[in-house]
């Protein structure tokens, strides 16, 4: 899509007699256009071009091959070469192509000119990256590009991503993509099309490519192009994990009649640098991560432990349970459970407390760091809704502690599950044995079974 100087130098062995109205073809050039859209004049420049009434006869057709006719105004020696150049643009696509000039009116054989429309493909190589792999988090993903070929606007490249996979976020004509390095800075979004399957195509149009600080050298004739470039877009991660998909990455360029011919662009790769995590998700512990964090749209699995022991396994008694926990991944005051859902708050719910006296419908915590103090409680079905007013920081243990009255009969040992109510999940819980076990209730037994009498005698 550069404007293409081409420069022709002819000499030939025996005069050419203007009177004899010689006719020169050139061509092919192929798949070149005039620069001015739809005239069959070509304007000439140069020292010589007045020996060819300082134009010729450009013919042109869509998807074919183009030639110039040039008529002889004036005599030509065989003297000297004759030099004259022309101006076109090149395609929206490479190639290779070896031209001829031929003569008319005094018949001159086709003989080969060189190959004066040799042009290069781009070749783009990808890097693609994101910020967390958290599930729920708001996760910006960095892609960034490098052209070995200069991409100019007049070509109107699209970059386009497949592949990106598995977020929350909706589809959407009006998705906002920064350009933050490279060639091209703009404090304005890109707004374009996100597909919720995991396409997105930015198109690098004139305002965009206009902005780009890369040289307009000579080769490029002072028209704006870009030869690398980094964008960012956020999307929403899932509340559940999930490896990371494979993206691909491909470009295509349209200009004149040439539509969407495409470029190599290498599949992207995903960053293998082992993150550090921001403490205001992860305890201090765990704040390294491993490789493969930043591979876009990795999701780490939730795992959730938890140690749930009573005080006390007596009937009637007053019995305080305590509970530990710790997530595998930060835990978020609300999360979204579907594509395009509306965050909902999230609460670590306990079920299977069953066996106590403690009525409703809250209950409150002795101890509560972390979480609302009087949490929704369903005696029926054993059911504590704790919610957390922060986050949980990702292998951080949290404690509540709350009482319950133990029935009075006999009850073998709950095994409670705890839910994460946005993340989609059920986690059985670890607990101590015997006595210790949650709501192990003991069976009353007399430790003293003996009666005696004062005298055998009757009456």
């Not at 022309?86 to 005094?106: E, L, R, Y």
Request: charged share 5%; proline share 8%; with cysteine.
């Amino acid at each position: 899509c550069d404007n293409n100087t081409i420069t022709v130098s002819l000499k030939v062995n025996a005069p050419l007699f203007a009177r004899c109205t010689p006719v020169l073809t050139l061509g092919p050039f192929a798949n070149a256009r005039n620069r001015v859209s739809k005239v069959s004049v070509m304007a000439l420049g140069g020292a010589d071009s007045t020996s060819f009434n300082s134009s010729g006869t450009w013919s042109e057709s869509p998807l074919a091959s183009s030639s110039l006719t040039l008529t002889v105004a004036s005599d030509i020696s065989q003297a000297r070469p004759y030099v004259f150049s022309f101006m076109v643009s090149n395609p929206a696509k490479g190639q290779d192509v070896v031209a001829s000039i031929s003569g008319s009116g005094i018949p001159i054989p086709a003989v080969a000119a060189g190959r004066p429309m040799v042009v290069h493909s781009p070749t783009v190589s990808a890097g693609i990256s994101q910020s967390t792999p958290w599930p729920c988090a708001s996760n910006t993903l960095t892609v960034t590009l490098t052209s070995d070929t200069p991409l100019l606007a007049s070509c109107n490249p699209i970059i386009s991503l497949t592949g990106l996979t598995g977020s929350f976020t909706p589809t959407t004509a009006s998705f906002p993509v920064y350009v933050t390095a490279g060639d091209i800075m703009s404090p304005n979004p890109l707004i374009t099309s996100w597909n919720n399957a995991g396409t997105l195509s930015i198109a690098l149009n004139s305002t965009v490519i206009g902005a780009s600080t890369h040289p307009t050298s000579a080769v490029q004739n002072g028209m704006p192009n870009v030869v690398n470039f980094t964008f960012t877009m956020t999307l929403l991660n899932p509340n559940h994990g999930q490896p990371a998909p494979v993206v691909g990455v491909s470009g295509s360029m349209s200009y004149s009649d040439f539509s969407n011919s495409p470029f190599l662009v290498s599949t992207a790769i995903g960053n293998p640098t082992v993150p550090t995590f921001s403490a205001s998700e992860v305890d201090a512990s765990y704040m390294t991560g491993v490789s493969g964090d930043l591979w876009p749209l990795f999701v780490r699995p939730v795992i959730f432990s938890s140690f749930t022991q009573q005080s006390t396994s007596n009937p009637c008694a007053q019995n305080v349970i305590t509970v530990t926990m710790m997530s595998s991944v930060p835990i978020y005051t609300a999360c979204a459970t579907s594509v395009g859902g509306t965050a909902g708050s999230t609460a670590v719910t306990i079920t299977g407390l069953t066996g106590s006296t403690t009525g409703g419908p809250t209950l409150p915590l002795t101890v509560a760091a972390n979480f609302s103090s009087s949490p929704a409680w369903n005696n029926t079905i054993g059911q504590l809704a704790l919610v957390p007013t922060t986050t949980l920081l990702a292998g951080s243990n949290y404690t509540v502690v709350f009482t319950l009255t133990n029935q009075q009969n006999y009850q073998a040992a709950r095994t409670p599950m705890f839910a994460l109510s946005t993340y989609g999940a059920s986690y059985p819980t670890s607990y101590g044995t015997n006595d210790s076990a949650p709501l192990f209730i003991a069976m009353l037994d007399w430790t003293v079974k003996t009666a005696s009498q004062s005298t055998p005698w009757p009456c």
